[in-house]
């Protein structure tokens, strides 16, 4: 960590923003993760700014300024092709309902603003004009020793605010901290509050866990903590749950191993904590093997999955996506496949789901413990044979086929109807068994063959009401 680097990694056009709010006789700081990322070294991406300017004030210094969070003291300046949040130094009010201040105060002193911040490490600041560093909690001390130490007295601090406890398991995580015990033994008393945080600000937080390089280390925080029983229960149900013998690790152990060795983007990262979600609830002894099974626990940990996202207000592409890899991530690929199973196997899970999918297929393996060396290898070999079967360019969904349902509905007499789908699935059947299918003069005929069997099956099902 090296503080006297500071001056040479403020970015210029943040170096002019100050400058300029001290021309207008104003003083401005670099303040909260910015600070404690460039003292890490890290690259920062959002700078925040805290001045003594009122947001009016603010106003009128810049030319284009968006009033994002005027009432608490947040303006977004436009300058020099970038977007800066500057915000007037301000205390808390009073928080009663243990989400946001009833009442935001401006007031003079930085310290007061340093006050109000979650931890130490995220209270300092740093006027880049005099290259003064403000430090009034021990943040630097802290940051040395990798403590994350509540500003304050920890109980009081948690109860302002449910959300500082998933930030402090998230942070654990990403910056690889340890938790400063009186902090750490502030979190169950927070429960209450932490409750009554909305899904959405959760949600984010997890996203933002999934970055560390280790996410597993939130998940353990969340566990011992009592977080996680209130925003995930089920997972609690993995600790201490054995699995079968190709198995080192209960399902928990499991579950954390496949998190940190998966190596998609924060979404992937969620299907990894969710993809065994139901096998606490499947598992039953084989008298036959002698052993545990958990049949269809995919199937059931895709609805739980869903349940639960959807809770969390995860967006519908994101709850397909996830709730799709829990689905299929049971990838029991052996070479004896045939170039028809690949190709089903593509066409069951879905061309854009295959990579994700073999990426946690990838990670569930490494989280087994043992030598899986030889399962490791029979997936690069199934990835190599989608590879082959994406580039011969055959169909692997009923748009790739070279017939539509205009087609399909010319060679049928009843007209348009869920019909025409089947139909068109059907022919995909065949094409899969058979690439050289997919051609007009070859398919045409045959829906002329299949329509007078669809058509029987239509007005079976679909009893005429003209
Ligand atoms: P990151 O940007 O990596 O999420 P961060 O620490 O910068 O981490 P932000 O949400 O960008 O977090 O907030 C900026 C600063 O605002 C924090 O460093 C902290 O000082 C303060 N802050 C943010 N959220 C809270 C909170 N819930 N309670 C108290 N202070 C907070
Ligand atoms: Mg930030």
Known sequence: MRPDTLPQQIDPPVLQL???????GE?????????????????VQDWDIATSATPQKVQQVFRRVIPTGIDHGTVTVLWKGEAYEVTTLRGDGVYSDGRRPDQVEFVEDIQ???????????????????????????GLEDMKRKLLRAVG?????????????????????????EL?????????????VYRKVSPERVREEWLKAMKARAPSRAFEVMKR?????????????????????????????????????????????????????????????SDKTGDWTFYHHEKLGADMADRWLRDYRFSNSERELIVDMVRHHLVCYDSSWSDAAVRRFIKRVGQDRVEPLLRLAHADALGKGRDVREELAALEELRGRIDEAVA?????????????????????????????????????????DDPSLNKREKLLPLVRELAPAFEARRNKNEPDVR
């Not at 100050?18 to 207008?24: D, G, R």
């Not at 303040?31 to 990322?37: A, E, F, N, P, S």
């Not at 007295?153 to 901290?177: K, Y």
Request: net charge negative; hydrophobic share 40%.
């Open 18 to 24: 100050c400058q300029k709010l001290n021309e207008a």
């Open 27 to 43: 003083r401005a700081w670099v303040v909260g993760g910015c600070v404690r990322d460039l003292l890490r070294g890290m690259q």
């Open 112 to 138: 007061l603003d340093l006050a109000r911040r979650d931890f130490t490490v995220n209270a300092i600041a740093y006027d880049p004009l005099t290259a003064h560093l403000v430090d009034p909690f021990g």
């Open 180 to 192: 400063e015990e009186a902090t750490e033994a502030a979190f169950r008393g927070a429960l209450p």
């Open 225 to 285: 903590t009592g977080i996680l029983e209130v925003t995930l229960p089920e997972l609690l149900e993995q600790v201490g749950c054995e699995q079968n013998r190709w198995h080192a690790y209960d399902v928990w152990d499991h579950t954390m191993h496949v998190l940190d060795s998966s190596e998609g983007g924060a979404i992937e990262r969620v299907a990894a904590v969710l993809h065994d979600i139901a096998k606490p609830r499947t598992r039953a002894h």
């Open 392 to 432: 011969e360019g055959s169909a692997l969904s009923t748009q790739d086929l070279v017939v539509n349902g205009k087609d399909v509905i010319a060679e049928l007499q009843g007209g348009p109807g869920p019909v025409v789908g089947e139909v068109l699935r059907h022919l995909l059947e065949r094409v899969l």
């Open 153 to 177: 007295e920890p109980s009081l601090r948690f109860q302002e605010d449910g959300l500082r406890i998933l930030r402090g398991a998230r942070f654990a995580a990403t910056l690889e901290f």
